[in-house]
Each structure stands twice: as structure tokens, then as C-alpha cells.
């Protein structure tokens, strides 16, 4: 299953050789590990399938954060284990098959965001735009990932980057954020600031010295704090939205499901943002966010009857909302919002098309006889 399509290990970013050993790994352990690595070398597709079984997942939030995209992060799961089978008699044991992983993934991405068929660049907001435009609006390809498949993808205890899968480091901003690096600062700030790999094995899986490495770490984190909201430093232990967040989730939900604008308006900040990506668009305070939302939810023009179901997205409360049209039978899904508060005011909101509902286990229309039920 795993000699399918799929360029070789060899790239523009090397071979999948091992990084050296981790320090704290057990002696005890050295039996098991060795004849792991006889069976993957000898294409034992039993003890290899099991071992890219365990850690699929925590590659493919691995891949989402490289790449913004949570259908391009799949696609890179599958070239990732592609390009170990294929480069099964180079692992020697010497790292963890976890940790060498990480190294063909991170190489994969590169490689993929390096292509003229998926070069991507981030537009450049104008100058006469917003000081605070919110990253995500410039990064057309953002999407959401659904909190089920993030705890599936929790290390394993013990594991050294036991917080990877926490709030930080998967939130939108953050996401947004990291994709105005460039790809290598990207990869060097996952890879230590994230995954907590050490220096030398950074340096080692990017073909890069050591003293490379602390200079993109450096420059990446200063691009960092320029971009990132100040309040993100209160989430550094949280993996789950606060009591707070989830009751303003709920008046959210209810006010959007009666049309009801002020009390909408009452969950606002002044200083609101709503991006919509792919479109580069902002708009920016409360405002023009009600201007926007106003002819869909009153008078003449409005559009019907609302049904709105909470989610769980890149740890954040989120909905996704449908509309029942005139004269039609069901709801028919029409975006899920992402939302950011403070203090028990929303301040940002990020609305994606409803085509990525699929992802979280909902259907594209409802009947209403499914709601009454």
C-alpha cells in the first residue's frame, strides 16, 4: 500500500537520513528499537503500516501548520509515508520513527511550497489599510481544522512536545501569522518552537548549520510578535475555550438564529474585525460588520430562516450557519464563522464557505425535520 504514487525521498531537500539519537532516550529500550528497525528496513509493511498508524495524525497538524491548509496537510500525510517507504533502508534506528517522520514531512512541505504549481505568496497589505488587518485575510488558502481530529492527534504522554496540540500553536492568528514567513523560517520556528526539537536535529533535517538555525529562529519570532495579538500570551495553557467564550458562543448562536442585529450588536466590540479568505477583504469595526450583515438578516432582501450549530474549531468557538430560503424545503449551509473574544466581547471573527463542513461530520443542507427532532 505504501509503493503507490509519489516522488522519491531525494528532493531539492535531501535524503531522509536520521538525526542523531534523542538524549533521553531509554538503554532499555535499544532491543526494541533495533528490531523495529530491521522490519521497517526489510519492508515489513505490518510493522511499518502500525507505525505510521500511531503517528498520522500528529503529522498531519505538523502539515497544517507548514501549510495553512488542512486538505494540502492530508495530501502531505500521504507523501510523507510515501517517501519513508520508499526510504525504508535508511532508517537505521539511530532517531525515532517518530523523529524522522517529522523530517520527511517538514522536507515534503518545503518541497511543495518550493513548486511553481503551489508557489504561494501573501499579499501585501496596502499601506493605506489598517495597522491591525488581521493576518488571515492575506492568506487566502487558511483553513479551519475540527477539534476531533486534533485529539486524535495528541502526543503520546510523556512525549516531548506534549503541548503541541495546545491553543497557541493551532489557533487561526497563529496559523495566519506563520505563513507570512518564509518557508525555511517557518519549518526552523515549527520545529523548535513548537515541536521542541533540539538545535542540531533542526539544523540536521533542514540541511542547515546551527548557527543558520538561530538566526531564522530569531528573525521568525520577531516577524511573530509583530503579528500576533498581545492577548494570544494569555492562552499559552489552554486547549479548549473558556466557560466565558462558549456562553458568548451560545448568544451568538441564538441571537443569529432569531436575525436578531442588536442583539448581534451587543456581542461586538467596537474595534471588530471579519476576514472572509480566500477574499482579501476586512471589514473593519462594528460598524461596517453590521453594515455587512444587516440586508441579509432584516427587510426586504433578507434571506429566511437561520439554523446555526456550535463547533469546535483551532480550539476556538465557531458556528456553522445555515439559511432555509423562501419557498425552499431546507437549510442550505452558508459559511461557519470562527470567533475570537475578550473580556466577553467578540473582537474577530473569520468566515470560511460552507464546502468545509464535510471536514466537521455536517451535511451542506438540513431538513427541518431533522432540527425539530
Same mark, same amino acid.
Given at each position: 500500500?505504501?509503493?503507490?504514487?509519489?516522488?522519491?525521498?531525494?528532493g531539492?531537500h535531501?535524503?531522509?537520513?536520521?538525526?542523531?539519537?534523542?538524549?533521553?532516550?531509554?538503554?532499555?529500550?535499544?532491543?526494541?528499537a533495533?528490531?523495529?528497525?530491521?522490519?521497517?528496513?526489510?519492508?515489513?509493511?505490518?510493522v #511499518?503500516?502500525e507505525?505510521?498508524?500511531?503517528?498520522?495524525?500528529?503529522?498531519?497538524?505538523h502539515?497544517?501548520?507548514?501549510?495553512?491548509s488542512?486538505?494540502?496537510a492530508?495530501? =502531505?500525510?500521504?507523501?510523507?509515508?510515501?517517501?519513508?517507504?520508499?526510504?525504508?533502508?535508511? #532508517?537505521?534506528g539511530?532517531?525515532t #520513527?517518530?523523529?524522522?517522520?517529522?523530517?520527511?514531512?517538514?522536507?515534503?512541505?518545503?518541497?511543495?511550497?518550493?513548486g511553481?504549481?503551489?508557489?504561494r505568496?501573501?499579499?501585501?497589505a496596502?499601506?493605506?489599510?489598517?495597522?491591525?488587518?488581521?493576518?488571515?485575510?492575506?492568506?487566502?488558502?487558511?483553513?479551519?481544522?475540527p477539534?476531533?481530529?486534533?485529539?486524535?492527534?495528541?502526543?503520546?504522554?510523556?512525549?516531548?512536545?506534549?503541548?503541541?496540540?495546545?491553543?497557541?500553536?493551532?489557533e487561526?492568528?497563529?496559523?495566519?501569522?506563520?505563513?507570512?514567513?518564509?518557508?525555511?523560517?517557518?519549518?526552523?520556528?515549527?520545529?523548535?518552537?513548537?515541536?521542541?526539537?533540539?538545535?542540531?536535529e533542526?539544523?540536521?533535517?533542514?540541511?542547515?548549520?546551527?548557527?543558520?538555525?538561530?538566526?531564522?529562529?530569531?528573525?521568525?519570532?520577531?516577524?511573530?510578535?509583530?503579528?500576533?495579538?498581545?492577548?494570544?500570551?494569555?492562552?499559552?495553557?489552554?486547549?479548549?475555550?473558556?466557560?466565558?467564550? =462558549?456562553?458568548?458562543?451560545?448568544?451568538?448562536?441564538?441571537?443569529?438564529?432569531?436575525?436578531?442585529?442588536?442583539?448581534?450588536?451587543?456581542l461586538?466590540?467596537?474595534?471588530?474585525?471579519?476576514?472572509?479568505?480566500?477574499?482579501?477583504?476586512?471589514?473593519?469595526?462594528?460598524?461596517?460588520?453590521?453594515?455587512?450583515?444587516?440586508?441579509?438578516?432584516?427587510?426586504?432582501?433578507?434571506?429566511?430562516?437561520?439554523?446555526?450549530?456550535? =463547533?469546535?474549531?483551532?480550539?476556538?468557538?465557531?458556528?456553522?450557519?445555515?439559511?432555509?430560503?423562501?419557498?425552499?424545503?431546507?437549510?442550505?449551509?452558508?459559511?461557519?464563522?470562527? =470567533?475570537?473574544?475578550?473580556?466577553?466581547?467578540?473582537?474577530?471573527?473569520?468566515t470560511?464557505g460552507?464546502?468545509?463542513?464535510?471536514? #466537521?461530520?455536517?451535511?451542506?443542507?438540513?431538513?427541518p425535520?431533522?432540527?425539530?427532532?
Amino acid at each position: 500500500m505504501w509503493r503507490r504514487r509519489g516522488a522519491g525521498v531525494s528532493g531539492r531537500h535531501g535524503t531522509a537520513r536520521e538525526s542523531p539519537a534523542d538524549p533521553t532516550t531509554d538503554s532499555t529500550a535499544d532491543s526494541t528499537a533495533d528490531s523495529t528497525a530491521k522490519a521497517v528496513r526489510a519492508g515489513d509493511e505490518a510493522v #511499518f503500516g502500525e507505525l505510521a498508524a500511531r503517528h498520522r495524525h500528529e503529522l498531519r497538524v505538523h502539515c497544517y501548520r507548514m501549510l495553512g491548509s488542512f486538505t494540502d496537510a492530508e495530501d =502531505l500525510v500521504q507523501e510523507t509515508l510515501l517517501r519513508a517507504w520508499r526510504a525504508r533502508e535508511s #532508517f537505521e534506528g539511530r532517531a525515532t #520513527f517518530r523523529a524522522w517522520l517529522y523530517r520527511i514531512a517538514t522536507n515534503a512541505c518545503l518541497d511543495a511550497l518550493s513548486g511553481p504549481a503551489r508557489a504561494r505568496e501573501v499579499v501585501a497589505a496596502a499601506a493605506s489599510e489598517s495597522p491591525r488587518r488581521p493576518a488571515a485575510a492575506d492568506v487566502a488558502w487558511l483553513q479551519p481544522y475540527p477539534d476531533d481530529l486534533l485529539d486524535l492527534a495528541a502526543p503520546d504522554e510523556g512525549a516531548p512536545d506534549a503541548v503541541a496540540i495546545s491553543r497557541e500553536t493551532v489557533e487561526l492568528a497563529f496559523l495566519a501569522a506563520i505563513q507570512h514567513l518564509p518557508p525555511r523560517q517557518r519549518a526552523v520556528l515549527i520545529l523548535r518552537d513548537v515541536v521542541g526539537r533540539p538545535v542540531a536535529e533542526t539544523a540536521e533535517a533542514l540541511e542547515m548549520s546551527v548557527a543558520s538555525v538561530k538566526s531564522a529562529l530569531q528573525r521568525a519570532r520577531a516577524t511573530l510578535r509583530e503579528r500576533l495579538p498581545r492577548r494570544r500570551a494569555d492562552w499559552a495553557a489552554a486547549t479548549r475555550p473558556s466557560r466565558d467564550e =462558549l456562553d458568548l458562543l451560545e448568544r451568538y448562536v441564538t441571537a443569529s438564529r432569531n436575525a436578531d442585529l442588536a442583539a448581534l450588536a451587543a456581542l461586538l466590540r467596537e474595534d471588530v474585525r471579519q476576514a472572509m479568505p480566500p477574499a482579501a477583504l476586512v471589514f473593519d469595526g462594528r460598524a461596517a460588520v453590521l453594515d455587512m450583515w444587516r440586508p441579509v438578516l432584516e427587510g426586504e432582501e433578507r434571506w429566511g430562516e437561520w439554523h446555526c450549530v456550535p =463547533l469546535a474549531v483551532n480550539r476556538q468557538p465557531a458556528v456553522a450557519n445555515y439559511v432555509r430560503r423562501p419557498g425552499e424545503t431546507s437549510y442550505t449551509a452558508v459559511n461557519i464563522d470562527v =470567533l475570537c473574544a475578550e473580556d466577553g466581547l467578540i473582537t474577530e471573527i473569520t468566515t470560511f464557505g460552507p464546502e468545509l463542513l464535510p471536514l #466537521f461530520g455536517l451535511p451542506l443542507s438540513i431538513q427541518p425535520a431533522v432540527i425539530e427532532s
